[in-house]
């Protein structure tokens, strides 16, 4: 059985995380230590709070080395929510030096009348890489669940792999390249269509085919 990591640096609720991987047929292992990540099949990096606390949290124990080697090496990865925007350089929302491992910027929703922010609740997402591993057996634009205030602005559009449409803004949603993925939405708790993505990747995982180029490249 594979080893899938679900990283621990105190920024959310772990544990349902963790039941949406279980219910997708995979035995995850909550850890924050480097050792340990090193060593896992799979990485889920979730989150949910602020930006800055989370790679401060994430830099003090020593975390930030390890997630970079699983994603060069190869290794299936899957941030979920905050675990999707601290892979960018830096966000509006603190000050904080983001991982940089996808060139961009985390941004704040543009005030609108007819919106609320925090973007709270279930929208459907638009695919933009149709054929993603992640998507398989999912239905056209199927409905998840958000909550945010903040969303992800990759600086080149091959990255995004879903988007959303929040008042007149259209958003990248998710992102993914070889082994890397991540989503702004929960997919615990997105029912039928988040354990359905969770199953993806558990299988993704257990068939080590996720990579489909060379590995991404990121700065140590």
């Given at each position: 059985?594979?080893?899938i990591?679900?990283?621990?640096?105190?920024?959310?609720?772990?544990?349902?995380?963790?039941?949406?991987?279980?219910?997708?047929?995979?035995?995850?292992?909550?850890?924050?230590?480097?050792s340990a990540?090193?060593?896992?099949d799979?990485i889920?990096?979730?989150?949910?709070?602020?930006?800055?606390?989370?790679?401060?949290?994430?830099?003090?124990?020593?975390?930030?080395?390890?997630?970079?080697?699983?994603?060069?090496?190869?290794?299936?990865?899957?941030g979920?929510?905050?675990?999707l925007?601290?892979?960018?350089?830096?966000?509006?929302?603190?000050?904080?030096?983001?991982?940089?491992i996808?060139?961009?910027?985390?941004?704040?929703?543009?005030?609108?009348?007819?919106?609320?922010?925090?973007h709270?609740?279930?929208?459907?997402l638009?695919?933009?890489?149709?054929n993603?591993?992640?998507?398989?057996?999912?239905?056209?634009?199927?409905?998840?669940?958000?909550?945010?205030?903040?969303y992800?602005?990759?600086?080149?559009?091959a990255?995004?792999?879903?988007?959303?449409?929040h008042?007149?803004?259209?958003?990248?949603a998710?992102?993914?390249?070889?082994?890397?993925?991540?989503?702004?939405?929960h997919?615990?708790?997105?029912?039928?269509?988040?354990?359905?993505?969770?199953?993806?990747?558990?299988?993704?995982?257990?068939?080590?085919?996720?990579?489909?180029?060379?590995?991404?490249?990121?700065?140590?």
């Open positions: 059985m594979p080893t990591a679900v990283v621990d640096y105190d920024m959310g609720n772990l544990h349902s995380a963790c039941k949406g991987l279980e219910k997708a047929g995979a035995t995850p292992h909550i850890t924050d230590s480097p990540i090193d060593q896992a799979a889920v990096l979730p989150g949910v709070g602020a930006f800055d606390p989370a790679v401060q949290h994430l830099r003090s124990r020593q975390l930030e080395a390890p997630i970079k080697r699983a994603i060069v090496n190869g290794k299936p990865f899957l979920i929510c905050l675990g925007q601290i892979l960018f350089d830096s966000s509006e929302e603190g000050q904080e030096p983001g991982l940089g996808i060139p961009g910027t985390v941004q704040r929703f543009t005030h609108e009348p007819s919106i609320t922010i925090p709270m609740g279930w929208n459907q638009d695919f933009t890489q149709a993603l591993a992640l998507w398989q057996q999912l239905p056209a634009n199927p409905w998840v669940y958000f909550v945010h205030s903040y992800v602005a990759p600086i080149d559009p990255f995004q792999a879903a988007t959303i449409t008042g007149s803004q259209t958003v990248t998710a992102i993914a390249r070889d082994n890397l993925m991540a989503v702004q939405f997919p615990e708790k997105s029912s039928t269509a988040g354990l359905q993505i969770l199953a993806n990747f558990v299988k993704l995982v257990e068939s080590r085919q996720t990579i489909v180029g060379n590995p991404i490249s990121v700065a140590k």
